[in-house]
């Protein structure tokens, strides 16, 4: 189970700290990920970290996101700065690749 938070309204090149704290899993042992889906789009991923703290992104948010975890607490997190409008979007934190089991995610509207 996933529970993200952090999310909100900001304006255009403003910055959010999104969390996800994650249960029933041995968190440690999987590739974590963050996923966010657009109005009217499909759920796309942003960012991954492996058990060791590789980390990849999506073109769209190199430079301007940075994922990282904190294992002793099973959290996963997603520093986001020089937001854009098209950033605009619910949210989800999973593992990559995805189970089944989705959290609520955590709204970020950048407008304005």
């Known amino acids: 189970q996933f529970v993200e938070s952090g999310g909100g309204l900001v304006q255009p090149g403003g910055s959010l700290r999104l969390s996800c704290a994650a249960t029933?899993?041995?968190?440690?042992?999987?590739?974590v990920a963050w996923y966010r889906q657009a109005p009217g789009k499909e759920r796309d991923l942003v960012a991954t970290i492996t058990q060791s703290g590789t980390t990849t992104y999506v073109e769209s948010v190199k430079g301007r996101f940075t994922i990282s975890r904190a294992n002793a607490i099973k959290t996963v997190y997603l520093q986001m700065n020089g937001l854009k409008p098209e950033d605009t979007a619910v949210y989800y934190c999973n593992l990559s690749p995805a189970t089944r089991f989705w959290g609520q995610g955590t709204q970020v509207t950048v407008s304005s």
């Open positions: 029933g899993m041995f968190f440690n042992a999987w590739t």
